[in-house]
């Protein structure tokens, strides 16, 4: 029996989900997720499998956004060149705002890509029916003329099963990339980082949560528990002190919750060791984003 496979890379604004809707076609957390923009730094890629049928490999990506320094300027380079080598794009807007300008310069973009584009109008669960109506309206002119429309949630999950089966029906035949059970080529160390800078993110604000990045340094496994050190950089004293908090209260506090989701993922015990240290303008360092896996 033929089976079809390939790619399909997310392109969208900051924050309008993409990372929760590859978490729910996956059916798996393999993105870490935040309310604040510019959560996702790396390409990650999902797997979702259908035994015979089909591999649909999803490239989650940074949200398009205007560079500011290395670390931006890596962030959009490799969404454009994940968009160039993919067999599909998957544009996603944010339905509770409505589409914007920065959703037509995405859209304006892939127009002239021969790849195809299909629009993921997420955030439905937020929207009555009159509001939808009108944002998928607004979508439909965003497009090339042949994309398809899909509305979802990726909170709830709504849509979500027509949009991967669409997906699936525009990749070519051809074997499967990954083995059937795996659903993402994140190495370990870096999933553990980004579940700890998710809760960083969760408890910080302003320029705090761009200014954070998390470095594993050492998986141990033990007997009956794992240790984990993990490095915490951030550009200044200032935001050392708000991260260590008053008496340690907010190291403490990020620490217990992402032990938790450590304890989730690896399925055993952790001890988990944070340290914070100052690293002056580490976003614009390219040897330690190299060593970061920023590429
Ligand atoms: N109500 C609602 N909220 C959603 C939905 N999908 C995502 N969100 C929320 O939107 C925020 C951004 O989600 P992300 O998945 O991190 O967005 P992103 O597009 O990956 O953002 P970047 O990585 O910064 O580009 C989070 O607070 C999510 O919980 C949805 O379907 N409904
Ligand atoms: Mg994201």
Redesign the pocket.
């Known amino acids: 029996m033929s089976t079809r496979s390939g790619f399909v890379a997310l392109a ?1 604004r ?8 590859v978490n729910s076609m996956v059916g798996h957390k393999i993105a870490i ?3 604040k ?4 730094r790396r390409a990650i890629r999902g797997v979702v499998t259908a035994p015979d049928r089909f591999q649909l490999v999803l490239t ?1 990506l ?2 398009v956004q205007r560079p500011r320094d290395a670390l931006t300027q890596r962030m959009q380079r490799r969404v454009e060149s994940e968009l160039a080598g993919a067999d599909a794009a998957l544009v ?1 807007v944010n339905g ?1 705002q409505g589409v914007g300008p920065g959703d037509r310069f995405i859209a304006e973009a892939l127009t002239g890509s021969p790849v195809p584009v299909v629009i993921a109008v ?2 439905v ?2 929207l009555d029916r009159s509001r939808t109506v009108l944002v998928l309206e607004a979508a439909a002119d965003l497009g090339p003329p042949d994309a398809e429309i899909f509305p ?5 999950g709504r849509g979500v099963p027509a949009l991967v089966d669409h997906l699936a029906g525009l990749l070519p035949e051809g074997p499967f990339y990954f083995p059937p059970d795996e659903v993402s080529d994140q190495p370990e160390h870096v999933m553990l980082a980004e579940l700890v800078r998710e809760q960083v993110l969760n408890r910080t604000r302003q320029e705090v949560p761009h200014s954070v990045e998390v470095q594993v340094d050492e998986i141990l496994e033990q007997q009956d528990l794992v240790v984990v050190r993990a490095f915490l950089w951030v550009e200044t004293e200032s935001q050392k002190g708000i991260l260590i908090g008053a008496r340690g209260k907010m190291i403490k506090a990020i620490g217990i919750a992402a032990r938790r989701e450590l304890e989730r993922e690896l399925g055993t015990r952790v001890h988990l060791d944070l340290s914070v240290r100052v690293r002056r303008s580490w976003r614009g360092d390219e040897s330690l984003l190299d060593r970061l896996g920023i590429t």
Not at 37 to 40: A, K, M, R
């Open positions: 969208g900051p924050n309008v989900g993409k990372s929760t809707l997720v935040s309310d923009p510019q959560t996702t989650d940074p949200g996603v509770e997420n955030k669960d937020r979802v949630s990726a909170r709830t």
